[in-house]
């Protein structure tokens, strides 16, 4: 969000906004997000800042300094991270739900584009990561490391998950598990410093275009590797645009079928905008697409477990796309 006071009249519109830190927007200048708490360094983004400028990617808020603090033990707190104020910016929990209701999937492409070309970015070397592309480990015993989180993943959604919605879950337990299948053979593929929390809230639409924005990673989950697979990006932001309909059909009265056409559209025309320009980058290998699906699967699961542990009110969200899946 560019101000906190956009996330509290997003919040009286009716929209799910969860506003983790503070951001200050100073003299409409610059914006000082404040980490509540404190984060201790290292963290991902001062040098996900330091890279991107360096290798030229400018689709985001510039970033001018980051706030730290050593404590007496000589560790350091991150406090604040300060960046550009982008003039007449909403989030995409806003205008992104304003595009369903209408059916405007334009936009779409530009978000392909846009995700394109900030893994193309982080896939080129720079002095704060030398060598940007890794390659995962050999296949574990058991489970890729990918499958081993996905599994977790679904394991909590359906300890967490109560109710009709669990009974639900818990049916579809089987089919879920054969969606992330895939997983277990992921190892060789590429792996970058991927966002690591990709959603249409984290895509700004302001006065000049669009910026994507908050590279602290997931704050959901503890100890990810922060060199991953680029399709986890895209799946996450794929499976937003099927929770922004969500929010479309439960807050604007929005018909179901016709959201229904609406995100399949968008999602068809974001992920042939990303194909095409990763491919004009020459980056066309960085992306499994085999991964997409299983990713989407267990993304949903971690909307689920979220819900459980921080916003009950969300789970309409991630049960209504799984229901829509597996009626």
């Known amino acids: 969000m560019s101000s906190i006071g956009e996330a509290v009249r997003a919040a009286e519109r009716g929209f799910d906004v969860d506003q983790t830190n503070h951001s200050v927007v100073v003299g409409e200048r610059v914006v000082v997000k404040w980490l509540t708490p404190p984060a201790p360094l290292p963290q991902p983004a001062p040098d996900m800042f330091a890279h991107l400028t360096s290798v030229g990617f400018t689709a985001t808020a510039t970033p001018y300094a980051s706030v730290s603090l050593r404590a007496g033990d000589g560790s350091e707190l ?3 991270l300060v960046t550009a104020y982008l003039p007449e910016a909403r989030d995409g929990w806003e205008w ?3 595009e369903a209701v209408s059916g405007g ?3 779409a492409a530009d978000l392909g584009v846009l995700s394109a070309g900030l893994h193309a970015a982080m896939a080129t070397p720079s002095a704060t990561f030398p060598v940007p592309v890794r390659h995962a480990d050999a296949v574990r015993a058991g489970g890729s490391p990918w499958s081993l989180r996905a599994d977790e993943a679904l394991k909590e959604a359906l300890a967490l998950t109560g109710g009709e919605d669990g009974d639900w879950l818990a049916e579809r337990a089987g089919v879920l598990r054969a969606e992330l299948a895939p997983l277990a053979g992921a190892g060789a593929g590429p792996l970058i410093r991927i966002h690591g929390d990709l959603h249409v809230g984290q895509i700004l639409r302001w006065r000049d275009g669009y910026a994507v924005i908050d590279f602290d990673g997931n704050p959901t989950v503890a100890g990810a590797d922060p060199f991953q697979p680029a399709a986890r990006d895209l799946a ?3 499976t937003s645009l099927e929770h922004v309909g969500q929010v479309a059909i ?3 009265d929005a018909d179901p079928e016709v959201i229904a056409g609406w995100t399949a559209t ?3 025309t974001l992920e042939s905008a990303y194909l095409g320009r990763l491919d004009e980058l020459g980056h066309a290998t960085l ?3 085999s991964l997409l699906r299983p990713f989407e699967i267990e993304q949903e699961c971690r ?3 979220y819900a459980a542990r921080h916003l009950p009110r969300w789970r309409y969200a991630p049960m209504g796309v799984l229901r829509s899946r597996y009626r």
């Open 78 to 80: 991150l406090l604040a």
């Open 96 to 98: 992104c739900v304003d």
């Open 105 to 107: 999937t334009s936009f």
């Open 236 to 238: 996450q932001l794929t």
């Open 250 to 252: 439960r807050r604007r």
């Open 266 to 268: 968008a999602r068809a």
């Open 287 to 289: 992306l499994d697409r």
């Open 303 to 305: 909307e689920l477990v």
